[in-house]
């Protein structure tokens, strides 16, 4: 009581003596986030069985069990106070959803302690920063977020009377012997818009769980709309340049397609998720509202991802892994170790090699959405200014997805609304095998942020035309292709080539390479390319891997066109400049088509 009666808001009171009321934990703990607050969450969730200890004080294992490894789709619903239908989005009737969540959390929290955080998404003291407040009854959940998250009581103390925040209430319900949940049918993520404030119920996992992550994005998307500023899923980095500059740039990419490797490989990192973009005197600043790293574990080894493995066996990190195998000797197993598995436990319970399941096939030693939590600050090559209170000026946005045959691997947009509906709002991704389903089946996927949008995506590609104008140095839009592959299966680029295709954007940036001018954008001349090759990678690239590589693929990019066109022509908010933008880059690709033919060597393109 002592440490909450410092804040003056009436409204949080009420809120937290109301959710206490209804939820009936048996003690409540007010974090402030400082180390003692961290050691005693810790501890918490060791002993209650969150988390399990490893050979290194530091490290910690968690298990959100088989029926909840994952974001939860079908039950996360965006509340809307009308009854209304948006293209793609899971909506519900407020009232409904309200009164679903208030039955299933009555008394959810008994025997347990209910843990209340204050946090800030982004900088301290910066006027761009939303607050939130966490209560959850899980001290996982409470752990995770002292790590990805800035915590900021002492914002609370001080804020001005309608100042506003994000509210989220977790709990992860009942757990079994082994920990995972009980009530899976009773699982909800519910985000209610008008009051700012997020459910989940009887879940563990993260990404439905920790409500300043995916759950704060779904606010801040909606939220941006109102005041004009842009939430992305986008990750924020730096790239030097001549004389030490350094550019920043943000990027998105639906899962698997490259988005974390190359906001490590960058020269330097803000963030590797989400950035929140607003104009201030007509530059567009980023700042990333997360403090860690919640990233994908399988594969990570120690040739490829060599910054992240570092961390991941260092004992003076703190890293929770979740959903890894920990063997009986408390050493953490994932795919991308070099040793061979040994017994232990994972997240289908106890596990020795070989082990199979019902219908006689192989259980994976460590989930392929197995995590690891850990703190940004590890990272040897954090960018400075991560914590500036001002963000960072964007000076180039990148798109990426999994695309074997339509985009070449960089490409500049014409300008920002051609970058906005070409690159953004176009975007597609060839299926995983790590997603249910066939893969390689392409996904519309705008933005990389479909599965996190709160508002239509119409709307969302209005805001981001409406937030250009704003802008008197708009950042230039780059659609990059990491996946192209060869008439023989191949891909026709190796990992590392995404550095050179960094080096290229920046240079554009600052006008200091030309370009070629194709049909649907701008695009590096050989010249440049192989000056970098050489430079970056000290490899030689040769005309024939360029031609291969940056042959414009007419006939692809017009059957793209009609996909995108008709998937928007069902969605009634659609801006009518997103159909004039598509309606151009096809009369240009025909035009095009006609003098050049299909196929389009970049070698008979006009330099610029
Ligand atoms: C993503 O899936 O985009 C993630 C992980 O960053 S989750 O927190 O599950 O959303
Ligand atoms: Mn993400």
Redo the contacts with the bound molecule.
């Keep these: 009581m002592e440490r909450l009666s410092k804040i003056s808001d009436q409204e949080l009171h009420r809120w937290l003596s109301d959710i206490i009321m209804v939820t009936e934990p048996s003690s409540v703990y007010i974090v402030l986030g400082d180390e003692e607050d961290f050691n005693y969450i810790k501890e918490a969730a060791l002993k209650n069985k969150e988390e399990l200890k490893t050979k290194h004080e530091r490290h910690t294992v968690h298990f959100d069990g088989l029926p909840d490894l994952?974001?939860d789709r079908k039950n996360t619903k965006i509340l809307t106070e009308q009854d209304m239908e948006i293209p793609f989005i899971n909506t519900m009737k407020r009232d409904e959803g309200l009164a679903e969540i208030k039955d299933i959390i009555k008394g959810i929290m008994k025997g347990k302690e209910m843990y209340v955080g204050f946090f800030c998404l982004g900088p301290r003291g910066s006027p761009y920063t939303p607050l939130a407040v966490q209560v959850t009854d899980s001290s996982y959940v409470m752990h995770s977020e002292l790590i990805l998250y800035r915590p900021c009581y002492e914002e609370f103390i001080r804020m001005s009377p309608n100042t506003k925040y994000f509210r989220f209430l977790h709990s992860a319900g009942e757990r079994d012997g082994l920990g995972w949940i009980k009530n899976v049918e009773r699982r909800r993520i519910y985000i209610d818009l008008r009051d700012e404030t997020a459910y989940t119920t009887n879940s563990q996992?993260?990404?439905n769980t920790?409500g300043l992550?995916?759950l704060a994005f779904r606010l801040t998307i909606h939220r941006g709309l109102l005041e004009g500023w842009l939430s992305e899923?986008m990750f924020i980095v730096g790239v030097k340049g001549s004389g030490g500059r350094i550019t920043y740039f943000t990027g998105a990419f639906p899962?698997g397609c490259g988005k974390t490797s190359t906001a490590l490989m960058a020269d330097t990192i803000i963030g590797d998720?989400l950035a929140l973009i607003r104009e201030v005197n007509g530059i567009p600043m980023a700042i990333n509202p997360e403090n860690g790293m919640?990233g994908i574990i399988d594969g990570v080894n120690p040739i490829d991802d060599p910054k992240i493995y570092e961390i991941l066996i260092s004992p003076e990190d703190d890293v929770i892994f979740s959903n890894v195998l920990l063997e009986d000797n408390g050493e953490v197993w994932w795919n991308g170790k070099s040793e061979e598995p040994r017994s232990g436990i994972n997240y289908a319970g106890k596990w020795w090699p070989g082990k199979k399941d019902e219908d006689g096939k192989e259980i994976k030693p460590s989930h392929p959405n197995a995590r690891f939590t850990t703190r940004l600050s590890y990272l040897k090559h954090l960018d400075p200014r991560v914590n500036d209170p001002q963000g960072v000026p964007v000076g180039g946005m990148i798109f990426g997805g999994r695309d074997s045959d339509t985009w070449v691997p960089v490409e500049e947009s014409f300008n920002w609304e051609h970058g906005v509906v070409t690159k953004g709002a176009a975007l597609e991704s060839e299926r995983t095998a790590a997603v249910i389903g066939k893969s390689g089946v392409r996904e519309f996927s705008p933005y990389a942020i479909l599965?996190f949008l709160s508002i239509s995506v119409g709307k969302f590609t209005q805001l981001h035309f409406d937030f250009g104008k704003k802008l008197s140095r708009k950042p230039k839009i780059f659609g990059v292709n990491y996946f192209l592959k060869g008439s023989d299966g191949r891909f026709l680029n190796e990992k590392v080539d995404k550095k050179v295709w960094l080096k290229w954007m920046e240079l554009r940036i600052h006008d200091d390479v030309g370009f070629l001018e194709s049909p649907t954008g701008r695009i590096p001349a050989y010249n440049d390319l192989e000056e970098l090759f050489s430079r970056e990678l000290g490899k030689e690239y040769k005309p024939k891997e360029y031609e291969e590589q940056f042959t414009i693929r007419v006939p692809k990019h017009l059957a793209k066109i009609e996909r995108i066109w008709s998937v928007y022509e069902k969605i009634p908010d659609t801006p009518q400049l997103l159909f004039e933008i598509l309606k151009e880059e096809k009369d240009r690709l025909l035009a095009y088509r006609d003098k050049f033919g299909d196929y389009i060597s970049p070698f008979k393109l006009d330099k610029r």
Excluded: E, V
């Design positions: 994952a974001r996992y993260a990404g920790i992550k995916k899923h899962a998720d919640f599965d």
